[in-house]
């Protein structure tokens, strides 16, 4: 099937409230523009320059859909990732979200959304709040969030997770479940510059489960584009 129709057939599977972002990484161009003109309205890329590669090479395409950057945030490349990102879904400490507030109010862009990501399987190889070196990490959590609540330049909108990957998805369902609480924790609380309201959870083998406890936004490439070849880019990195 082509990109095209994948995409068609998962928005006709996936419940019009939940939103897709269409993850990118090693794709060409060529593939993120049909998947625009199929009608996606939100790119996610792991990597500031090759969201500025792909931005430049959509060019007014670039513009009708909203960018969400999904990987680690290099403190260095935040200006930069200022200029293309609508969303920043991978803040996982003040320190990081003081950077971006602190940046946005010099770029005098109003506000920006961030969510926080939280790496809830504990894994080595990924970005995000680990639990494990936290716990009660849902206490670190809250008082992580009420220190955001002080940047007035951010809005706190959402929460990422990515899951460990196990084979069967079932197996990821205790981790979802405990971070749609959390979520639902914070959107409790009454706080200036925190508005929660994207549980951004579940990728091509998760989303199913991940829909069913809670998520109302899916990051989905595989489903789309078919498999990568591998997680290592053309450019050699490790995704
Ligand atoms: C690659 C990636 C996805 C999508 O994964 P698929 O299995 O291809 O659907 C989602 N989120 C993040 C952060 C990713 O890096």
Known sequence: MSIT???AKLREEIPADVA????CKTRAAKEIEEVIDAGATDIGENYVQEAEQMYSALKKKAAKVRWHMIGHLQRNKINKALRIF?????VDSLEKAAAIDKRVEKATKKIV?????????NEDSKAGIK???HEPFEEYTEKLVRDMSALSH?????????GPRFGNPEDVRPYFRRIR?????????DLTNVDMK??????????????????????????????????????????
């Open 181 to 189: 609480r959390l979520f639902e924790k914070i959107k409790g609380l």
């Open 131 to 133: 639990p494990e070196e």
């Open 20 to 23: 897709i972002v269409v993850s």
């Open 198 to 239: 994207y549980l951004s959870m579940g990728m091509t083998n998760s989303c199913r489960v991940a829909i069913e406890e809670g998520s109302n936004m899916v990051r989905i490439g595989t489903a789309i584009f078919g498999e990568r070849e591998c997680d290592i880019g053309k450019n050699g990195r490790q995704y």
């Open 5 to 7: 129709e994948n995409y």
């Open 154 to 162: 951010l809005r706190l909108a959402g929460l990422m997770t990515m």
């Open 86 to 90: 609508d969303v920043i879904q991978t």
């Open 113 to 121: 959304p961030v969510y926080i990501e939280i790496n809830i399987g």
